[in-house]
């Protein structure tokens, strides 16, 4: 009978610590920065909160390619807590559109989840050129 009851608790606290399991929800999985200027980081961040009951811990973040870098917090993320992942794109030397991922791990209910970001790099607009000049000095028409 002792061992009946006791492996009946030992379940019931198995069954409790799987409940017990904190939950990843994002503003939005997909970021569409439009078009942007070749040069600068485009960066944006994603919005995170955990809608579980126990703490989560984001353990990395991994991009699709080197030109996108993931930044987040090693922090535990607390139930009903936010967090924020932030991503840049480097866009210099890389005109045209663009679709890059990154895959979040971490020990929530929804262990892995892809976050997309995506635009279009727009090449820099030529320096206007000064009109020519005759060799008198005078403009050109």
Known sequence: MKKLIST?????????????????????????????????LATYSFEVTNTGTAP?????????????????????????????????YNTSGRPGAFTKTITVTSNAENATVILTIKGEVTAPSAAPSAPASSPNGKKKA
């Not at 019931?12 to 994002?26: E, N």
């Not at 984001?58 to 924020?84: F, H, L, Q, R």
């Open 8 to 40: 009946i608790a030992v379940v019931f606290a198995f069954v409790a610590a799987v409940q017990a399991q904190g939950v990843l929800k994002f503003n939005k999985e997909v970021h569409d920065f439009g078009k942007v200027s070749e040069g600068p």
């Open 56 to 88: 989560v811990v984001i353990s990395n973040a991994a991009a699709s390619c080197g030109c996108t870098t993931p930044e987040w917090s090693k922090d535990p993320i607390m139930p009903g807590a936010k967090s924020t992942i932030k991503v840049g």
